[in-house]
């Protein structure tokens, strides 16, 4: 009963370096989500996918890039990693757009 | 922007104490109003979607209302299990995106 599943689950990375976050759910879902999460603030969402195929940037994008690799699987590509980008990633899913996410135990990101 | 404000910021229950949390919100055409509670260390886990003013759902000590402006949670004779930081998320239009509040992180002492 796995549901969302996100590798790593720490991380610490230098400025300038890169890194893909990765994420998997097996509950045959349509829509997948990134989000970040920092102190005192809500979640953020960064890009979300609707479907196998499509992707949208969603509030905070810059300086990530996402693939939807197939239905189970949504990645999270940090190409030059910045120390404003320390923080704990969440990926979601949902059956569709309308229904509850549901996410993994995040990703916690350290960028010295 | 839709705007999703929770209060208090941290809240402190002796066992049994029951209390509200609040999720005000301003959106424009509200679709649903999400209740998540999240633990140290890991990731929200969904409790209740509400879609419409009057709504309420239930579940163990839990029970979320709506209103036109706001969302309560109210938790009834709470225990220390109970201990766990609770998100409100709203959705709006045609968007996907969930706003999310900043949480209310609730403490039951024994």
């Known amino acids: 009963n796995a549901g969302v599943t996100q590798t790593p689950k720490f991380q610490v990375l230098k400025t300038g370096q890169s890194m893909t976050l990765q994420c998997a759910q097996d509950?045959?879902?349509?829509?997948m989500y990134w989000y970040r999460q920092d102190p005192g603030m809500g979640l953020r969402l960064i890009y979300y996918?609707?479907?196998?195929?499509?992707?949208d940037k969603g509030e905070v994008p810059n300086g990530y890039n996402v693939s939807r690799l197939n239905k189970r699987e949504f990645s999270l590509r940090l190409e030059s990693a910045a120390p404003s980008q320390t923080s704990v990633y969440f990926c979601?899913?949902?059956?569709?757009?309308?229904?509850?996410?549901?996410f993994g135990d995040g990703t916690r990101l350290s960028i010295l | 922007e839709d705007q999703v404000t929770q209060s208090p910021e941290a809240l402190r229950l002796q066992e049994g104490e029951s209390s509200s949390l609040n999720c005000s919100y301003t959106?424009?055409?509200?679709?649903?109003l999400f209740w998540y509670r999240q633990d140290p260390g890991k990731g929200p886990e969904f409790l209740f979607t509400?879609?419409?003013a009057g709504e309420e759902k239930e579940k163990e000590r839990l029970k979320a209302t709506l209103t036109k402006k706001e969302s309560f949670l109210h938790i009834t004779a709470p225990k220390p299990e109970d201990s766990a930081t609770y998100l409100c998320?709203?959705?709006?239009?045609?968007?996907?995106?969930?706003?999310f509040g900043a949480g209310t992180t609730v403490t039951v002492r024994a």
């Open positions: 509950m045959n879902h349509n829509s």
């Open positions: 996918s609707a479907s196998e195929g499509t992707t």
């Open positions: 509400l879609y419409s």
């Open positions: 998320a709203v959705q709006a239009g045609n968007d996907y995106k969930l706003s």
């Open positions: 979601a899913s949902s059956e569709e757009k309308n229904q509850p996410q549901h």
């Open positions: 959106v424009s055409g509200l679709r649903g």
